[in-house]
């Protein structure tokens, strides 16, 4: 069998089990977290020009946007999938370098309420989106990231894998919806490296494409199914030629949806360790930022390469700012969406402190990439007082991880000022009960 018949098997089979409650308590909790995501980025661009670029697919259909606008699910799926990593709030899976959440429950919702499916039924397709396309990113590992936007490329599989879930096709039609999203995968790392909206279509084109990769595959449209592992495969193109049995190996008994990192600041990240190692040092040393000479930061190098700008002018650049963001986590003591506002991003305090902090690459870390996040800060005082902090991980990593309390506080501080604090709450209560027999997707 081919690595892409392994999946499809897989995953259509995946429908009619049932999944234990850690899985399931697992999937709800990366829903809550791409809500919290979804809201606010809905109301952002490029999630808002999308809906007049796409206007014609809109006030019609069975699938909704963030406040309610019908859709059809295809481009429902388009741009709730950019709005939820428009803002940069969403989840990522570490080994991957990947973020599921955007392209995969994007899809699942709009295909869900397009079949009315029950929330079980919701939250499988899923977990079954999550497995898939978490292991395939792990296996084209970081020679991949290297060109590719993991997010664009390997959600395209995992919104095929649970699209196909919900329209329950058998393990041959769920094996050719993951060959055709193979051959829709894309999204280049060039496209972030300068102010542009690209990043978050990425999301969107793949939960889109994914969605029609399953649609077509339901119609009788086949790929070819050594289309991952065949020798001018995805494996060969996109990556440096991994072995892909280990790939399904553990499928079915190690779930990676228990093992996600939920993002605690609103940026990119590769800047949170970085984030994380400044604070503990500032507070360990009890000092303000005005009494910094100098800060050091040395991390792994594709953090340097993703998130190095060092002169950001714009909000999008902000977020991928290593030097930017821990200015302001040092002035005003976290990273959130007010980090990127117009006034914040003219701060003549956070400018001031951004020349005053150096980055480079710690060789030592970056062997450790990806699988793990470290940063090693040192901050040198104006009476002279040196110290410096390695910051192993990060906060919300699954080796440190956020709360159930956490991640409904982080929905609540980001959905509620749009919905509204008391249906932001009705909300959440929906979402964590959503494996209730009487559960909606409405």
Not at 168 to 189: I, M, N, V
Not at 422 to 427: I, L, N, Q, V
Request: proline share 4%; glycine share 8%; aromatic share 6%.
């Amino acid at each position: 069998m081919t690595a892409a018949q392994r999946f499809g098997e897989y995953g259509a089979a995946l429908l009619g089990k049932t999944l234990d409650a850690e899985v399931l308590h697992h999937a709800k909790r990366a829903v809550v977290d791409w809500y919290a995501a979804w809201i606010p980025g809905a109301v952002e661009a490029p999630a808002t020009l999308l809906e007049k670029a796409f206007a014609d697919d809109l006030d019609r259909g069975p699938s909704q946007l963030a406040l309610g606008r019908r859709a059809t699910p295809r481009t429902a799926a388009l741009i709730n999938g950019t709005a939820a990593h428009t803002v940069e709030v969403d989840d990522i899976y570490r080994e991957a370098i990947y973020h599921p959440g955007a392209p995969t429950i994007a899809t699942a919702l709009a295909q869900a309420q397009a079949c009315l499916a029950s929330g079980l039924d919701f939250l499988t397709a899923v977990v079954a989106g999550y497995e898939i396309s978490t292991r395939i990113g792990a296996t084209l590992g970081r020679a991949h990231y290297h060109y590719w936007h993991n997010t664009g490329t390997v959600g395209t599989f995992g919104a095929a894998a649970a699209a196909a879930s919900l329209l329950r096709l058998d393990s041959k039609a769920y094996t050719h919806a993951l060959c055709t999203a193979a051959t829709l995968a894309s999204g280049l790392q060039q496209a972030f490296r300068m102010d542009s909206m690209s990043k978050p279509l990425h999301a969107g084109h793949a939960a889109q494409a994914g969605l029609m990769a399953a649609q077509m595959a339901q119609a009788g449209v086949t790929g070819s199914l050594d289309v991952i592992d065949g020798e001018a495969g995805l494996g060969q193109a996109m990556s440096n030629g991994p072995e892909w049995s280990q790939a399904t190996a553990s499928l079915g008994q190690r779930f990676n949806i228990t093992q996600m990192t939920f993002k605690n600041h609103a940026c990119c990240g590769h800047t949170f360790a970085p984030i994380d190692g400044a604070l503990a040092l500032q507070q360990t040393l009890n000092i303000d930022a005005a009494q910094i000479r100098k800060v050091e930061v040395a991390t792994y190098r594709p953090a340097l390469e993703v998130a190095g700008n060092m002169s950001p002018r714009t909000a999008a650049e902000a977020r991928f700012s290593v030097a930017y963001v821990v200015a302001n986590a040092l002035l005003y003591g976290s990273v959130r969406l007010a980090a990127f506002a117009e006034e914040r991003l003219g701060d003549p305090l956070v400018r001031a402190l951004m020349t005053r902090i150096e980055l480079s690459v710690d060789e030592d870390l970056d062997r450790a990439f990806p699988g793990q996040r470290a940063a090693r800060v040192s901050i040198e005082t104006m009476d002279g007082r040196r110290s410096e902090h390695l910051q192993p991980t990060r906060k919300g990593d699954p080796d440190a991880p956020l709360s159930d309390e956490d991640l409904s506080d982080k929905f609540l501080e980001l959905a509620g000022p749009i919905l509204g604090e008391a249906a932001a709450r009705a909300r959440l209560a929906q979402l964590w009960r959503l494996d209730a027999p009487d559960s909606s997707l409405i």
